[in-house]
């Protein structure tokens, strides 16, 4: 997974707070807004976004957890101004999770997820239903978040 920090973010919409940028691979399948309106595939933000992706700016997970690690006590910082949690397949990789949790002691971190947590509701979607109940995906990604937000 790879992953940048910009210090100092220029996006409106967070302010000028600390944010992370996560791989395109990130984002799971199931997001409703992959490939389909998701602000970050347009503009100023889709340029960084490619580079990340891309592996010339940012680092690994171990990156991320230093840099945040480093941030002040108390530091507000958004998770993902770009990109989803670490995991693949719509699956949350829980370790690396945690990693991310154990770095955010002491911050005020924040970010959001379109990992599946429920089935999805669209008549379109009965085969990824049976997918998700089958291989146990959905308690899998509950219990991650759960864990997280201990």
């Known amino acids: 997974m790879q992953v940048h920090l910009t210090l100092k973010s220029s996006n409106t919409k967070t302010g000028p707070i600390p944010v992370s940028t996560t791989e ?22 889709r340029f960084h976004w490619d580079k990340v ?3 010339e700016r940012g680092g690994d997970i171990e990156y991320l957890t ?9 530091q507000l910082w958004r998770h993902n101004q ?4 670490p995991g693949s397949n719509n699956k ?33 979607s009965s085969n990824k239903q049976d997918i998700f109940l089958s291989s146990g995906l959905l308690e899998h990604n509950r219990r991650s978040i759960l864990d997280a937000n201990a």
């Open 24 to 45: 395109k691979a990130s984002c799971p399948d199931a997001c409703p807004l992959k490939g389909n309106g998701c602000y970050a595939e347009y503009g100023n933000l």
């Open 53 to 55: 992706s891309s592996g």
């Open 66 to 74: 230093n840099k945040i690690k480093s941030l002040p006590r108390g």
């Open 92 to 124: 949350i990789n829980c370790e690396a999770l945690k990693m991310l949790v154990t770095a955010n002691k002491g911050k005020r971190g924040f970010t959001y997820t379109h990992y599946p947590v429920t089935l999805p509701t669209t008549s379109k």
């Open 82 to 85: 770009a990109g989803d949690l």
